[in-house]
């Protein structure tokens, strides 16, 4: 046995000696791009899902969750889409520039995930149970303006009725950084009425 071993990796060492290269390669730029985008604070490669509502004339904005982008859109080659378009963004436009017949696609998949949190809701409802539903809107987008602490790709979640009837006036804000998330949602509701297949709309429902 230990001489058919020793031949083994005398016929294939060469195999082993490459399979470690590239891991080693591998676990050598995934390092160097980690700390990358940490000195950059650019996490691209995450999808966090932000609830903007404004509650008594103050904007206030929370994560509904955030997971990786290859989690949500579950084809690597879509995950890396998202993630290399995220990096095009602007200042002044800060949605995702993606192929207008494909963007669909790539908001159903935020659509069903989001769908998933909900889904207690959905069952409560069709048991004939009390709940409370409202429209929503969400739309892909990669702020890269202003103070923002962090860079992610976002998926913007707010109520149909709050995006396309948002007060002209800028609402206070509970920190300095938020003022990019105000010029961000009055271009958005901007957008959803001329670009509106940058948007989905879903139902939430939640229990009464």
Known sequence: MIELLFEYLNEHWIKFVMAGLFMGAGWFFGKRRARREWRARE????????????????????????????????????????????????????????????????????????????????????????????????????????????????????????????PHEQPKFEAKSHATRWTTLTLLSELYQTESWKFLTVELCMPA
Request: charged share 25%; proline share 3%; hydrophobic share 40%.
């Open 43 to 166: 996490f691209l490669g995450r999808l966090n899902f932000s609830l903007n509502t404004l509650d008594d004339g103050v904007l206030k904005i929370r994560t509904l969750s955030e997971k990786s982008c290859a989690d949500v859109f579950l084809n690597q080659v879509a995950a890396d889409c998202v993630t290399a378009t995220a990096k095009l963004t602007t200042p002044e436009n800060p949605t995702l520039p993606l192929e207008q017949d494909e963007y669909w696609f790539y908001l159903n998949s935020v659509l069903n995930e989001l769908s998933e949190q909900f889904a207690q809701g959905l069952l409560r409802r069709d048991m004939g149970l009390p709940v409370k539903s409202e429209e929503y809107v969400i739309c892909l987008t990669a702020e890269s303006a202003g103070e923002m602490k962090t860079r992610k790709v976002r998926a913007m979640v707010i109520r149909k009725s709050l995006l396309t009837n948002l």
